[in-house]
């Protein structure tokens, strides 16, 4: 098993839940993070004042895969999540070493 983290724009956050249930992918966790990598954030100037935001709104996708479904899923993150400008994210892929499902306790893929 694997776990996809995808950090991508907002507004692109409906279009990669569904290219991801198109493969059939419906477990996920969404969360609103903040931050910022060769982007750096930008100026804005409020009340006159000129200040740097630092931080730059994101989404932050995880959800954990069977090992045959990963690289379809980080396909379909990437054309989904893709406008071809900077700061459109990154997806980490890490090793999953066991799930269980707290309800029922299957483990494994099972649990997934």
């Not at 950090?7 to 969360?31: C, N, Q, R, S, Y």
């Not at 931050?35 to 009340?47: A, D, L, N, P, S």
């Not at 980490?92 to 309800?103: K, L, N, P």
């Amino acid at each position: 098993m694997k776990k996809i983290e995808a950090i991508i724009k907002p507004f692109k956050l409906e279009e990669v839940k569904d290219a991801l249930a198109e493969l059939g992918i419906e477990g996920m966790t969404v969360t609103e993070v903040k931050g910022f990598g060769r982007q750096k954030g930008h100026t804005e100037i409020y009340r006159g004042s000129e200040y740097t935001v630092d931080f730059l709104p994101k989404i932050k996708i995880e959800t954990v895969l069977a090992d045959d479904l990963v690289e379809k899923a980080c396909s379909a993150i990437v054309k989904a999540a893709k406008t071809g400008k900077i700061g459109d994210g990154k997806i980490f892929v890490s090793q999953v070493d066991e799930a269980i499902r707290i309800r029922t306790e299957d483990r494994g893929e099972k649990a997934v």
